[in-house]
């Protein structure tokens, strides 16, 4: 699979999943413990800038607040983010040379890339958990989700951004592998 068709392909599935979001299952607790439901679509907002100016090549700091989710306006609001990142992301300039990631450090383009395509799959499974849904992904998509995803676990934990490895067995699905890479439990909840 093409790298700039990747972000587009797992904003797709998670925008899906943005628009059955009912309002009363905000408060919803999901498989990332920090956040609800609430949490995570502020997450996801908050860091959206920060993530097109990677594709961009532009640091772009994160918001200094959280985002506010009592308006309505959330679902449209993360739509119109995710189309602009896959526009971003999409242009073969995005995934060569070096980027910045929210801040003035420089990292390599395609690392930052396979964050953002993880990103997107693993907060979208977290979300669809939260609510009931099962989230699908081509496996050509997961399989190079898988691959970043290992080959950066140990940094990620290192960071923060994962929690301690899951035990899941070889053979289980490649979502699932995932999710234990990045400290999530494929049976949540």
């Known amino acids: 699979m093409s790298e700039t068709e990747r972000v587009a392909r797992a ?3 998670l925008s899906k999943i943005i628009r059955t979001v009912q309002p009363s299952r905000l408060a919803d607790p999901t498989p990332c413990a920090e956040f609800d439901v609430r949490a995570l679509l502020a997450h ?31 679902a449209p609001a993360l739509d119109s983010h995710l189309d ?38 693993v907060h979208g499974w977290d979300l669809a958990r939260a609510i009931g849904s099962t989230p699908q992904w081509d496996d050509d998509l997961l399989r190079d989700t898988y691959d970043d995803t290992a080959a950066t676990a140990d940094q990620g934990r290192e960071m923060g951004i994962y929690g301690p490895e899951v035990p899941v067995a070889a053979s289980a699905p490649l979502i699932d592998r995932i999710l234990g890479l990045t400290g999530r439990d494929p049976a949540w909840p």
């Open 11 to 13: 904003a797709t599935t």
């Open 84 to 121: 602009e990142l896959a526009t971003a992301w999409g242009d073969p300039a995005a995934w060569q040379g070096v980027t910045y990631m929210g801040g003035p450090r420089e990292l390599p383009a395609p690392l930052v890339g396979g964050m953002v395509v993880g990103e997107l799959i």
């Open 44 to 74: 996801l907002l908050f860091w959206g800038p920060s993530l097109i100016g990677a594709a961009r090549k532009e640091a772009v700091a994160p918001a200094e607040s959280t985002v506010d989710l009592t308006a309505d306006d959330w």
